[in-house]
């Protein structure tokens, strides 16, 4: 039995739905649920007791489970409530001059790109609009001498493109430039190493291919960086457990990166399904594979247009379709979970689920597009 069928039950979600939208939030399956309740169960009954007791490494081996999945050390992972804090942290973390430029791109999720707006004063904010083919080539003709940041998603949550970082990574870095991924549409789907791919910093929450709740989420700051973080509370005190507000000395660890109280219970479960992922990788990441690839054959078949590049894709697939929003409340009411996305339908698989259903969400896609086209 392969490891999808073998773990369906885990996932409550398909025996109402399709359930072809881990791009946008991904249900937890049971045994990642199972964490967080566990925990939060035993807070109601056990009070200080229980939060001290997974606290009492100070969440190294929360880390350790994010960061074996992603190759770095566990003292380069703090915990974040999502994906914009983790990018505003990296923003008001980083020394600016004027005339500083940051290079990012127009087919970006919004919070790739925002947040760097708030510099703007100082900071030249270089919004390229590049292609899917050639988009490497598009971002890098904008990086100079005076480029502190290239901010890039690994995989684009709009084309479903896999973006060959480790190669802007080189030409940032040769230009004195730091690069910023969010990685939050590739961890769980594809292979993610931060030091493989020359990150600097790297960001996600957990609610999508990590099957995490809402909550959730990891910043990854290679060693070395944001020694002095942007933002100051109890947590990055050294010696933050004498509660002593007359007396600070920065942390040195990854707690300095967590200002306050983090959300133990959605952490505790992405470490949980970190784990469940590393252990399945091969598993995991090529079924995941293989279903994207099968949804963007089926596609073409049909004679559909899709966005993301056969060679270059992870988990999503961008099938073109006038309506999409109607489109996709259509498909809902037919019992297939999608999302409008990128001027057309936003197939996302995970792991468990099955061609069939990709071939029901094919079908009313090719459906509504032949029937708008008469
Ligand atoms: C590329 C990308 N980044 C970030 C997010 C979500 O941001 P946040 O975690 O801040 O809600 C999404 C969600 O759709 C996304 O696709």
């Not at 939208?21 to 229980?50: K, M, Q, W």
């Not at 804090?85 to 004027?98: A, K, M, Q, S």
């Not at 290679?222 to 947590?235: A, I, Q, V």
């Not at 247009?305 to 992870?314: F, L």
Request: aromatic share 8%.
């Amino acid at each position: 039995m392969n490891l999808g069928v073998e773990m369906r039950e885990q996932f409550p979600v398909t025996r109402r739905y399709k359930y072809l939208n881990h791009a946008a939030i991904s249900p937890p399956p049971l045994f990642v649920l199972e964490e967080a309740e566990r925990y939060l169960r035993n807070v109601s009954e056990l009070g200080t007791e229980e939060v001290n007791r997974i606290e009492e490494d100070d969440f190294r081996s929360m880390r350790e489970d994010v960061a074996k999945l992603i190759g770095a050390s566990w003292d380069e992972v703090a915990f974040v409530p999502n994906t914009s804090y983790g990018f505003n942290f990296i923003v008001h973390g980083l020394d600016w001059r004027e005339g500083d430029n940051v290079v990012t791109d127009s087919l970006e999720f919004p919070t790739v790109v925002f947040p760097w707006l708030k510099l703007k004063r100082k900071v030249e904010v270089r919004i390229v609009k590049p292609n899917v083919e050639t988009f490497e080539d598009s971002v890098l003709s904008h990086v100079d001498s005076r480029t502190r940041v290239v901010a890039v998603s690994h995989v684009g949550f709009n084309t479903g493109l896999v973006v060959d970082v480790k190669r802007l990574a080189r030409e940032a870095h040769s230009q004195g430039a730091l690069i910023v991924v969010d990685v939050i549409q590739s961890v769980g789907a594809v292979n993610v190493d931060v030091r493989e791919m020359e990150a600097d910093f790297a960001v996600a929450g957990g609610y999508k291919w990590l099957m995490s709740p809402q909550g959730s989420g990891f910043i990854y700051v290679r060693k070395g960086l944001l020694g002095d973080p942007p933002f100051y509370g109890w947590r990055t005190s050294k010696n933050f457990e004498s509660y002593d507000a007359t007396n600070f000395e920065i942390e040195s660890g990854p707690r300095r990166l967590e200002p306050g109280t983090i959300d133990v219970a959605a952490n505790l479960a992405m470490a949980r399904a970190a784990r469940f992922i590393k252990e399945n990788s091969s598993e995991v990441l090529q079924a995941v594979n293989d279903l994207s690839g099968y949804a963007n054959r089926r596609a073409q078949e049909e004679g559909l247009e899709v966005v993301t590049p056969m060679r270059k894709r992870a988990g999503i697939t961008v099938v073109m379709a006038p309506k999409n929003s109607e489109l996709s409340r259509h498909m809902l009411a037919n019992g297939v979970v999608v999302s409008p996305r990128g001027g057309g339908i936003r197939i996302s698989t995970h792991f468990y689920n099955t061609r069939g259903e990709v071939d029901e969400a094919v079908r009313l896609i090719s459906q509504w597009v032949r029937r708008s086209g008469q």
